[in-house]
T-cell receptor, first 116, second 111 residues
């Protein structure tokens, strides 16, 4: 979805390095999410944010941190990258204000991360 | 345990035929289900959703069927086209924010 952008699209880093993945959205949605996708598997939730002041851990938050700098921006950091964090990372957004309690999530194009 | 799974990892169909992609879920308390399409190099794209108080919902060329008795969800694509080739995920919503994704089915459309 072009309304959700991620940078960079591809990144190669070395073990122990700190890296940041950025996500921006122009949809005006209040909720944002970070997911990880490993080959042949579904998406696993890393962190989610209901608004700027509300950050929550997902299923696999260890080794990751996030920052919700503004309603439209949600970044994911790997403090000290390790090879098993090699994966596809997706940002998603959803809007609870118009869809009620159950919402559809809209995904960005993904960042392909390789940790050597 | 709780899981959202798929019966077939790869489905090959002839162009013009109908496709049926299946998904099983184990949590009877789940009340919202979504199908996503993921093309190579792209993020998952919303296709269609269904709430647990329904057993069928139709979109453009797609139909989702929900059988709560056997905890089964299916996506039917009519007149499958080459552009339908992708990986399809079902997702189960538990609560108002959390989506649990299956591992996906790859749909290959033969010309």
């Amino acid at each position: 979805d072009a309304d959700v952008t991620q940078t960079p699209r591809n990144r190669i880093t070395k073990t122990g390095k700190r890296i940041m993945l950025e996500c921006s959205q122009t949809k005006g949605h209040d909720r944002m999410y970070w997911y990880r996708q490993d080959p042949g598997l579904g998406l696993q939730l890393i962190y989610y944010s209901f608004d700027v002041k509300d950050i929550n851990k997902g299923e696999i938050s260890d080794g990751y941190s996030v920052s919700r700098q503004a309603q439209a921006k949600f970044s994911l950091s790997l403090e000290s990258a390790i090879p098993n964090q090699t994966a596809l990372y997706f940002c998603a957004t959803s809007d609870t204000r118009t869809s009620g309690a159950q919402e559809t999530q809209y995904f960005g194009p993904g960042t392909r991360l390789l940790v050597l | 345990g709780e899981s959202v799974g798929l019966h077939l990892p790869t489905l090959s169909v002839q162009e013009g035929d109908n496709s049926i992609i299946n998904c099983a879920y184990s949590n009877s308390a789940s009340d919202y289900f979504i199908w996503y399409k993921q093309e190579s190099g792209k993020g998952p794209q919303f296709i269609i959703d269904i709430r647990s108080n329904m057993d069928k919902r139709q979109g453009q060329r797609v139909t989702v069927l929900l059988n709560k008795t056997v905890k089964h969800l299916s996506l039917q694509i009519a007149a499958t086209q080459p552009g339908d080739s992708a990986v399809y995920f079902c997702a189960e919503a538990r609560g108002s924010y959390k989506l649990i994704f299956g591992s996906g089915t790859r749909l290959l459309v033969r010309p």
